[in-house]
């Protein structure tokens, strides 16, 4: 990488300045009927775009249309499992197949992380979203659960959006099948700060 010489000069000025790029921003949640909410919504919202719901047990059918807030988004993918059938790339059928995976009026149709990503400028904007692949794929789609991927970059705040299957899909990789009960916010909570120790690390090494 060419750019190499020049991170590792930028980091080191910016250490001995006393500049920190500590990154302790997290939030997780559960997306949850019971809050009249739904995964669809969430992803046509972190994907800014306009997505069909097809209702539930909870919740009327309905378009969510966040499309005219494209111009905080840098980045967009849905990361699939091995066996994972290529139809859950397209939002609109993910995740209203998780939602038809759920029977109860009160399910999780998902589960969602907000991360800080840095905003030194000697990051570029292929670095932050190799960064935030590289997280969702060690710790969520490795594990078998399907992961859609959003950068916003807002007033000089990149971050994640990580918006996670609750459950696993089946031998045949075409449908939902059992729950994934294990994940939780442990994850980004101990797990978020290591790998960004360690992305810096191989960053900037000699």
């Known amino acids: 990488m060419k750019s190499h010489g020049l991170k590792k000069s930028l980091k080191i000025n910016m ?3 006393g500049i920190k790029m500590a990154i302790s921003y997290f939030r997780h949640q559960q997306v949850q009927r019971s809050a009249s909410d739904c995964a669809v919504r969430k992803a046509a919202y972190y994907a800014r775009e306009a997505l069909y719901f097809e209702g539930s047990c909870a919740l009327e059918d309905q378009t969510f249309d966040y499309s005219d807030r494209k111009e905080d988004l840098i980045h967009h993918n849905v990361l699939l499992p091995e066996n994972a ?8 059928y993910l995740w ?3 939602s038809k995976a759920e029977k109860r009026v009160n399910a999780r149709e998902a589960q969602e992380g907000v991360l800080a990503l840095p905003k030194e400028s000697i990051f570029s904007h292929e670095d932050l979203i190799r960064f935030a692949e590289k997280f969702a794929e060690k710790h969520f ?10 950068i916003h970059w807002k007033d000089g705040n990149p971050h994640a959006h990580y918006l996670i299957a609750t459950r696993y899909l089946d031998k045949t990789g075409k449908f939902f099948g059992d ?6 916010e442990e994850i980004f909570r101990k797990r ?3 790998e960004t120790k360690k992305f810096l690390d191989e960053e900037f090494k000699a």
């Open 15 to 17: 250490i001995k300045k």
């Open 85 to 92: 059938d290529e139809k859950f790339k397209d939002l609109e």
């Open 179 to 184: 729950k994934a009960r294990k994940l939780n």
């Open 192 to 194: 978020w700060p290591v």
């Open 96 to 98: 209203n197949q998780a």
């Open 141 to 150: 789609t490795s594990k078998g659960l399907i992961t859609q991927v959003n």
